[in-house]
């Protein structure tokens, strides 16, 4: 086992056992496409084709490099409500081969296009960690079955002689994955994940052909082949059932306190009520049982047009008038104070013999 399939395993090893979680609960699917680097690898024809090789103008072991490819992955799973999820997830990963060296014995070999595929199915197990952050980090392993295929991976030494590797293995592969999560609020249960993954194939052996450099006879062989990916993904994830967040409750705003002062207006020269004046007591009177009140005081004004003992008068006047309004209204007259202040206290300050409406008025004061 190489030292980074070693390394891998402990990582698998070590993982925590529990922490705080952002929970998924109950069915999700989930979807990922990025890059993929498929790590060198060491190609070894099996026992008996020495002689085979030397043939094919070729040395007994070589080594495949490959370009940067790609990577895709789908996945359902099920949320338990406590941070933990599993998950059953297919994958496919595909790399063009760059080049095979090593395996000359004679002037250099030239290669053929070809690519490396990777497909399979792995059970995963994952962890949500909570951190009061607006993503949700998770750590998860996995294992399961991956066949790799080889398409045409050709490695000629000279005229016609060389190797051509066009089979596919099946074997067991495990992973670790590192992953956040970026909530959608406007969709609930909708997330973009970013995932870094390693990913490992035990040994394999994988057909292949020798072709001799002076006949240009074939003769079938295997190489034994492994495999090692590290991928970057970026993904969307769904749990269903999510419901929205309620909504922020809002406290009904307090409705106001009943006014403790009304004042009702009167014609010039006048103590007869208008229907604005009835419903101004009627107010007042409604208002007076809804509020603590001790006594009702009733205070009768005029304006300073006309004599004062005039003015004295009718501002009693117009105070008995609203007073008896509030009694026909259900008021006690006992629970009422009634006075007249004729043109004294006057709202609006004027001069004598002045008009002023505002200051032809009866106050009525809950107190």
Known sequence: MSLKKALLAATMLSLPLAAQAQPITGVYIGGGAGVNFLDDMGIKPGSGTTAQLQAAGLGPSGNASFATGWVGVVSVGWGFGNGVRAEVEGNFRQNDVDSVTGFRTGVGATNSTGSVQQYGVMANALFDFDLGLPIVPYLGVGAGYVVQKWNSVTVR?????????DGDDGQFAYQGIVGAAFPIAAVPGLSITAEYRIMATLEGTIDATLRNQATGATTRTTIDTDGLNN??????????????????????????????????????????????????????????????VTRIEVNGFTDTSGSAQYNQGLSVRRAEAVAAELARLGIARSSMTIQGFGQTRLLVPTADNVREPQNRRVEIILR
């Not at 030494?157 to 590797?165: F, K």
């Not at 999510?242 to 705003?253: F, M, S």
């Not at 004042?263 to 009627?282: E, G, H, K, P």
């Open 157 to 165: 030494q000279g005229s016609s002689g060389g190797l051509n590797i």
């Open 231 to 292: 991928s970057l993904l970026i993904g969307l994830r769904y749990a269903f059932g999510v419901e929205p967040p309620p909504a922020p409750v809002v406290a009904p705003a307090a409705a106001p306190a009943p006014a403790r002062t009304y004042l009702v207006f009167f014609d010039w020269n006048r103590a007869d009520l208008t229907d604005r004046a009835r419903q101004i007591i009627a107010e007042a009177a409604q208002n007076s049982r809804r509020v603590q």
